[in-house]
C-alpha cells in the first residue's frame, strides 16, 4: 500500500503521471497483436492464393474456357498420389503421367478402393510443384472439391479435369501434381451418424 | 541499513519491509521483486540444467543408455522450455526490477501490484508445466518449437497443460513489460531525457516494446492448437483444410523477435560494465540506441529464415536471406562500439568484466554461425543438425547467461552491501568460460559433419567429439553449484561495499548506499543527473 502511494507522489506527477492512459495503450496493442495473430490465417491463404506458396491450387475454376490450345508447346503433367498416417486406402492414378497442350482441356481419372471393414471418409489434398506453377493450373473439376466416402471394400474411379493456362511461363516444361489422402471419419463422424438414418 | 533503522516506527506506514514468507507474497517492492525473479531463474536454471544434464549423458556414447527415446524427447522439449521461458527471460525481468527504478531516480515500478502478480504467476505456470512429466503419455516431446501436427495430432494428453502453462507465461511476461514501459516513460527524474538514460534501460524499454507485441501471438498459436485439439477446428491440419506450415509461420513469427528478447537487455549489461572497467564513457552511445532500435525492428521480417527448407518461392528465400544477413549491421555496430570502449582503457579485470569481455567474444562467434545458417542454400546442409545447436547454444548461454552472471557480480555488491570473493568469481568465471567452449564448440564439427538434434542415439563417427561435449557439459553444469556457493556466500557477508562499489560507476544506481535501501528515491530532489549514465 505504501508503496503504492510513494509511487505516485513522484516527481513526474506534475508532468501528468497517469498510469491509466499507458496501460491502456499497451494492453490496446496487446489485444491487437492477439487478434493479428488470428489474422495471419486467412492473410496466409491469401498469400498462398497469390503467390502459390505451397502449390496451393486454386478453388474451381469457373471461368468459360475462353481459351485456345496451344499446339505448339506440350508440358508434362505427372500425378502423384500418397496416403497420410493410417489411411488405408488404395490411391493411385489412372496414368502416371500425360502430355498436354496448354490451353485445353484434360480429364484423368484416380481410382480408389476402401480395403476397411467400415465406411471412411476421405479428404484428398493437392499440391503442385513447382510452387508458381499453381497458379497456372486451372482445375474445372476435381475430387478433392468435396469429401469422398466409400462403403467397407467398395471402389471408384474419381474425375479430374484441368486446364493449364497457355499464359505458363516457357521455362516450365514438367509440373507435379500431388494428391495427399486423408481420413476425415473421425471429423465428419456427426454428418455420417446422419447419413446412416 | 536504513531500512533496518525505519523498521522502529511502523505504525500507520512502514518502510521497511514486513516480516516473514508474507513479506514475498505479498510485496509489491522493486527489490523484493527483482530478488524473487532472479531465485526463481536460477532454480528454474538448474532445473532445466539438470534435463540438460540427462540429455548430455545420454549422448555421452553411442547407442541407448540411460533413457528412452520418449523421455529424451521429453528432456529436450522441457530443457528448451524450461530455460527460454523459465531461466532468461524471467532473469532480464530480474534485473530490470531491481535496475530500472534505481537507474532512472524512479521510487518504485510504476505499477507495483501487477508486478506482484506478474511474479507470483511464474510458479503457478511451471509447476504446470513441470507436473506434466509425471502425467500419463509423459510431458511435452514435440521440441521446444511445438510444430504441429507432432503438438496436435500426435502429441500426449499432457499438451493441453502446457498450452495453459505458456498462456500463463505469456500474461506474466505481458504484464512484466508494461510495467517497465510504463515505469521508463512517465518514471524518470524531472529533466532526463531518453537520451540520458543508461543504455540498460533503453534496452529493457525496447525488449518490452517486442514482449507486448509478440507474446499476444505466442498466445494466438497455444490458442489455435487448444481449439484444433479439443474443439475440432483445422488452423494446422491439412485434412480439415488447414495447414502445419502456417504454424511455422506463426510461431517463427512470434519466435525471433523472441531471441532478440532474450539478448538486447544482455547488450545494455554489457554496454554498462564494460565502461566501468575500462574507466571510459561509453563509446558512440547514440549509435548502440539506434542499432537496438534497428535490430528489433529487423527482427520482425526475417522470422522464414528458420524455414528455408520448408518449402518457400526463390524470392522468398533470398529476400528472407538477405533480410537475415542485414541484422549482422548493427550488431556489428554494437560489437565495434564495445571494442572501442575497451580501445586505450585503463582495463582491469574483474568478474563482472571477464564475464562481459568473454559475452563480446563468444557471442560474436555465435553471431557469424548465425550469418552462416542464414544463407539459404548453405541452410539445407546446416538445417535441424547440431550446427544449429551449437549457434543457439553460443548466442544464448555465452550470451545471455553469461551477461545475467556478469550483472549478479557487477551489481550483488549493491543489492547485497558485501562484496563477493573476487578469486572465487575469477574460479567460476574460468570453469564456466571453460566448460561452455568445450560442450559447444565441438557440436559445431557434428553439425557439419551431418548429426542431426533431437536424438537420442547417433553414428559412430560422432562418438568422440560427443563424448568431449558431455563432458563439458557436466563441467559447466556442475560450476553453477559453485556460483550459488559464491552467491550465498555474499550475501551472508563479506567486506562491506561503498555506495559507488567500482571505481569507475557511473549510474544513478551507484549514488545510494549500500545495500540499496529498501525505498530509494522517494522524492526527487537531489538527483544528479550528470550521473544519470556513465
Same mark, same amino acid.
Given at each position: 500500500?505504501?508503496?503504492?502511494?510513494?509511487?505516485?507522489?513522484?516527481?513526474?506527477?506534475?508532468?501528468?503521471?497517469?498510469?491509466r492512459?499507458?496501460?491502456?495503450?499497451?494492453?490496446?496493442v496487446?489485444?491487437?497483436?492477439?487478434?493479428?495473430?488470428?489474422?495471419?490465417?486467412?492473410?496466409?491463404?491469401?498469400?498462398?492464393?497469390?503467390?502459390?506458396?505451397?502449390?496451393?491450387?486454386?478453388d474451381?475454376?469457373?471461368?468459360?474456357?475462353?481459351?485456345?490450345?496451344?499446339?505448339?508447346?506440350?508440358?508434362?503433367i505427372?500425378f502423384?498420389?500418397?496416403?497420410?498416417?493410417?489411411?488405408?486406402?488404395?490411391?493411385?492414378?489412372?496414368?502416371?503421367?500425360?502430355?498436354?497442350?496448354?490451353?485445353?482441356?484434360?480429364?484423368?481419372?484416380?481410382?480408389?478402393?476402401?480395403?476397411?471393414?467400415?465406411?471412411?471418409?476421405?479428404?484428398?489434398?493437392?499440391?503442385?510443384?513447382?510452387?508458381?506453377a499453381?497458379?497456372?493450373?486451372?482445375?474445372?473439376?476435381?475430387?478433392?472439391?468435396e469429401?469422398?466416402?466409400?462403403?467397407?471394400?467398395?471402389?471408384?474411379?474419381?474425375?479430374?479435369?484441368?486446364?493449364?493456362?497457355?499464359?505458363?511461363?516457357?521455362?516450365?516444361?514438367?509440373?507435379?501434381?500431388?494428391?495427399?489422402l486423408?481420413?476425415?471419419?473421425?471429423?465428419?463422424?456427426?454428418?455420417l451418424?446422419?447419413?446412416?438414418? | 541499513?536504513?531500512?533496518?533503522?525505519?523498521?522502529?516506527?511502523?505504525?500507520?506506514?512502514?518502510?521497511?519491509?514486513?516480516?516473514?514468507?508474507?513479506?514475498?507474497?505479498?510485496?509489491?517492492?522493486?527489490?523484493?521483486?527483482?530478488?524473487?525473479?532472479?531465485?526463481?531463474?536460477?532454480?528454474?536454471?538448474?532445473?532445466?540444467?539438470?534435463?540438460?544434464?540427462?540429455?548430455?549423458?545420454?549422448?555421452?556414447?553411442?547407442?541407448?543408455?540411460?533413457?528412452?527415446?520418449?523421455?529424451?524427447?521429453?528432456?529436450?522439449?522441457?530443457?528448451?522450455?524450461i530455460?527460454?521461458?523459465?531461466?532468461?527471460?524471467?532473469?532480464?525481468?530480474?534485473?530490470?526490477?531491481?535496475?530500472?527504478?534505481?537507474?532512472?531516480?524512479?521510487?518504485?515500478?510504476?505499477?507495483?501490484?501487477?508486478?506482484?502478480?506478474?511474479?507470483?504467476?511464474?510458479?503457478?505456470?511451471?509447476?504446470?508445466?513441470?507436473?506434466?512429466?509425471?502425467m500419463?503419455?509423459?510431458?511435452?516431446?514435440?521440441?521446444?518449437t511445438?510444430?504441429?501436427?507432432?503438438?496436435?495430432?500426435?502429441?500426449?494428453?499432457?499438451?493441453?497443460?502446457?498450452?495453459?502453462?505458456?498462456?500463463?507465461?505469456?500474461?506474466?511476461?505481458?504484464?512484466?513489460?508494461?510495467?517497465?514501459?510504463?515505469?521508463?516513460?512517465?518514471?524518470?527524474?524531472?529533466?532526463?531525457?531518453?537520451?540520458?538514460?543508461?543504455?540498460?534501460?533503453?534496452?529493457?524499454?525496447?525488449?518490452?516494446?517486442?514482449?507486448?507485441?509478440?507474446?499476444?501471438?505466442?498466445?494466438?498459436?497455444?490458442?489455435?492448437?487448444?481449439?484444433?485439439?479439443?474443439?475440432?477446428?483445422?488452423?494446422?491440419?491439412?485434412?480439415?483444410?488447414?495447414?502445419?506450415?502456417?504454424?511455422?509461420?506463426?510461431?517463427?513469427?512470434?519466435?525471433?523477435?523472441?531471441?532478440?528478447?532474450?539478448?538486447?537487455?544482455?547488450?545494455?549489461?554489457?554496454?554498462?560494465?564494460?565502461?566501468?572497467? !575500462?574507466?571510459? &564513457?561509453?563509446?558512440?552511445?547514440? @549509435?548502440? %540506441?539506434?542499432?537496438?532500435?534497428?535490430?528489433?525492428?529487423?527482427? *520482425? /521480417?526475417?522470422?522464414?529464415?528458420?524455414?528455408?527448407?520448408?518449402?518457400?518461392?526463390l524470392?522468398?528465400?533470398?529476400?528472407?536471406?538477405?533480410?537475415?544477413?542485414?541484422?549482422?549491421?548493427?550488431?556489428?555496430?554494437?560489437?565495434?562500439?564495445?571494442?572501442?570502449?575497451?580501445?586505450?582503457?585503463?582495463?582491469?579485470?574483474?568478474?563482472?568484466?571477464?564475464?562481459?569481455?568473454?559475452?563480446?567474444?563468444?557471442?560474436?562467434?555465435?553471431?557469424?554461425?548465425?550469418?552462416?545458417?542464414?544463407?539459404?542454400?548453405?541452410?539445407?546442409?546446416?538445417?535441424?543438425?547440431?550446427?544449429?545447436?551449437?549457434?543457439?547454444?553460443?548466442?544464448?548461454?555465452?550470451?545471455?547467461?553469461?551477461?545475467?552472471?556478469?550483472?549478479?557480480?557487477?551489481?550483488?555488491?549493491?543489492?547485497?552491501?558485501?562484496?563477493?570473493?573476487? !578469486?572465487?568469481? &575469477?574460479?567460476?568465471?574460468?570453469? @564456466?568460460? %571453460?566448460?561452455?567452449?568445450?560442450?559447444?564448440?565441438?557440436?559445431? *564439427? /557434428?553439425?557439419?559433419?551431418?548429426?542431426?538434434?533431437?536424438i537420442?542415439?547417433?553414428?559412430?563417427?560422432?562418438?568422440?567429439?560427443?563424448?568431449?561435449?558431455?563432458?563439458?557439459?557436466?563441467?559447466f553444469?556442475?560450476?553453477?553449484?559453485?556460483?550459488?556457493?559464491?552467491?550465498?556466500?555474499?550475501?551472508?557477508?563479506?567486506?562491506?561495499?561503498?555506495?559507488?562499489?567500482?571505481?569507475?560507476?557511473?549510474?544513478?544506481?551507484?549514488?545510494?548506499?549500500?545495500?540499496?535501501?529498501?525505498?530509494?528515491?522517494?522524492?526527487?530532489?537531489?538527483?544528479?543527473?550528470?550521473?544519470?549514465?556513465?
Amino acid at each position: 500500500m505504501s508503496e503504492l502511494e510513494t509511487a505516485s507522489k513522484t516527481s513526474s506527477e506534475s508532468a501528468g503521471f497517469n498510469p491509466r492512459r499507458s496501460v491502456g495503450r499497451l494492453l490496446t496493442v496487446v489485444v491487437g497483436m492477439f487478434a493479428f495473430g488470428f489474422a495471419l490465417v486467412p492473410l496466409y491463404d491469401v498469400i498462398c492464393d497469390v503467390t502459390g506458396l505451397n502449390g496451393k491450387t486454386g478453388d474451381q475454376y469457373t471461368e468459360a474456357i475462353s481459351q485456345s490450345a496451344d499446339p505448339d508447346r506440350v508440358v508434362t503433367i505427372q500425378f502423384l498420389t500418397n496416403n497420410n498416417a493410417d489411411m488405408p486406402w488404395e490411391f493411385r492414378p489412372e496414368v502416371r503421367s500425360i502430355k498436354v497442350h496448354p490451353g485445353e482441356l484434360n480429364q484423368t481419372t484416380f481410382y480408389v478402393q476402401n480395403p476397411a471393414n467400415r465406411t471412411i471418409m476421405a479428404q484428398a489434398v493437392p499440391s503442385v510443384t513447382p510452387f508458381i506453377a499453381a497458379g497456372y493450373l486451372h482445375k474445372t473439376e476435381c475430387f478433392c472439391f468435396e469429401q469422398q466416402e466409400l462403403a467397407a471394400s467398395e471402389s471408384m474411379d474419381m474425375p479430374l479435369r484441368f486446364i493449364i493456362d497457355s499464359e505458363i511461363p516457357e521455362d516450365i516444361e514438367t509440373l507435379t501434381l500431388s494428391y495427399t489422402l486423408f481420413d476425415i471419419t473421425d471429423r465428419t463422424s456427426g454428418q455420417l451418424a446422419v447419413v446412416d438414418n | 541499513m536504513s531500512s533496518v533503522i525505519e523498521d522502529h516506527h511502523h505504525d500507520d506506514h512502514h518502510h521497511g519491509p514486513a516480516k516473514g514468507i508474507m513479506r514475498w507474497v505479498f510485496t509489491t517492492n522493486h527489490k523484493d521483486i527483482g530478488t524473487l525473479y532472479l531465485w526463481f531463474s536460477f532454480m528454474m536454471f538448474l532445473l532445466g540444467g539438470t534435463f540438460a544434464l540427462v540429455i548430455r549423458a545420454e549422448l555421452f556414447q553411442p547407442g541407448l543408455q540411460i533413457v528412452e527415446p520418449e523421455f529424451f524427447n521429453q528432456m529436450t522439449t522441457m530443457h528448451g522450455l524450461i530455460m527460454v521461458f523459465g531461466a532468461v527471460m524471467p532473469a532480464f525481468v530480474g534485473l530490470a526490477n531491481w535496475l530500472v527504478p534505481m537507474m532512472i531516480g524512479a521510487p518504485d515500478m510504476a505499477l507495483p501490484r501487477m508486478n506482484n502478480y506478474s511474479f507470483w504467476i511464474l510458479p503457478f505456470a511451471f509447476t504446470m508445466l513441470a507436473s506434466t512429466l509425471l502425467m500419463e503419455g509423459g510431458g511435452p516431446n514435440f521440441g521446444w518449437t511445438f510444430y504441429a501436427p507432432l503438438s496436435t495430432t500426435y502429441a500426449p494428453p499432457s499438451v493441453t497443460f502446457f498450452i495453459f502453462a505458456v498462456h500463463l507465461m505469456g500474461i506474466s511476461s505481458i504484464m512484466g513489460s508494461i510495467n517497465v514501459i510504463v515505469t521508463i516513460l512517465n518514471l524518470r527524474a524531472p529533466g532526463m531525457t531518453l537520451m540520458q538514460m543508461p543504455l540498460f534501460v533503453w534496452t529493457w524499454l525496447i525488449t518490452a516494446y517486442l514482449l507486448i507485441a509478440v507474446m499476444p501471438v505466442l498466445a494466438g498459436v497455444v490458442t489455435m492448437m487448444l481449439m484444433d485439439i479439443h474443439f475440432g477446428t483445422a488452423f494446422f491440419s491439412a485434412a480439415g483444410g488447414g495447414d502445419p506450415v502456417l504454424f511455422q509461420h506463426v510461431f517463427w513469427f512470434f519466435g525471433h523477435p523472441e531471441v532478440y528478447i532474450m539478448i538486447l537487455p544482455a547488450f545494455g549489461v554489457v554496454s554498462a560494465i564494460i565502461p566501468t572497467f !575500462t574507466r571510459k &564513457k561509453l563509446f558512440g552511445y547514440a @549509435s548502440m %540506441v539506434y542499432a537496438t532500435a534497428s535490430i528489433a525492428f529487423l527482427s *520482425f /521480417i526475417v522470422w522464414a529464415h528458420h524455414m528455408f527448407t520448408v518449402g518457400m518461392p526463390l524470392a522468398g528465400e533470398l529476400y528472407f536471406m538477405y533480410a537475415t544477413m542485414l541484422i549482422a549491421v548493427p550488431t556489428g555496430v554494437k560489437v565495434f562500439n564495445w571494442v572501442a570502449t575497451m580501445w586505450q582503457g585503463a582495463m582491469t579485470f574483474e568478474t563482472p568484466m571477464l564475464f562481459a569481455i568473454a559475452f563480446v567474444i563468444l557471442f560474436t562467434i555465435g553471431g557469424l554461425s548465425g550469418l552462416m545458417l542464414a544463407i539459404a542454400p548453405a541452410d539445407f546442409q546446416y538445417h535441424d543438425t547440431y550446427f544449429v545447436v551449437a549457434h543457439f547454444h553460443y548466442v544464448l548461454v555465452p550470451g545471455s547467461i553469461f551477461s545475467i552472471m556478469a550483472a549478479v557480480y557487477y551489481w550483488l555488491p549493491k543489492w547485497t552491501g558485501n562484496m563477493y570473493d573476487e !578469486t572465487l568469481g &575469477k574460479t567460476h568465471f574460468w570453469l @564456466s568460460f %571453460v566448460g561452455v567452449n568445450v560442450t559447444f564448440f565441438p557440436q559445431h *564439427f /557434428i553439425g557439419l559433419a551431418g548429426m542431426p538434434r533431437r536424438i537420442p542415439d547417433y553414428a559412430l563417427q560422432f562418438a568422440d567429439f560427443n563424448m568431449v561435449s558431455s563432458m563439458g557439459a557436466f563441467l559447466f553444469g556442475f560450476s553453477q553449484l559453485f556460483f550459488m556457493f559464491i552467491v550465498i556466500k555474499c550475501i551472508r557477508g563479506g567486506k562491506p561495499a561503498t555506495a559507488q562499489v567500482w571505481e569507475g560507476a557511473h549510474g544513478l544506481e551507484w549514488t545510494v548506499p549500500s545495500p540499496a535501501p529498501y525505498h530509494t528515491f522517494t522524492t526527487p530532489d537531489g538527483i544528479d543527473l550528470k550521473e544519470a549514465h556513465g
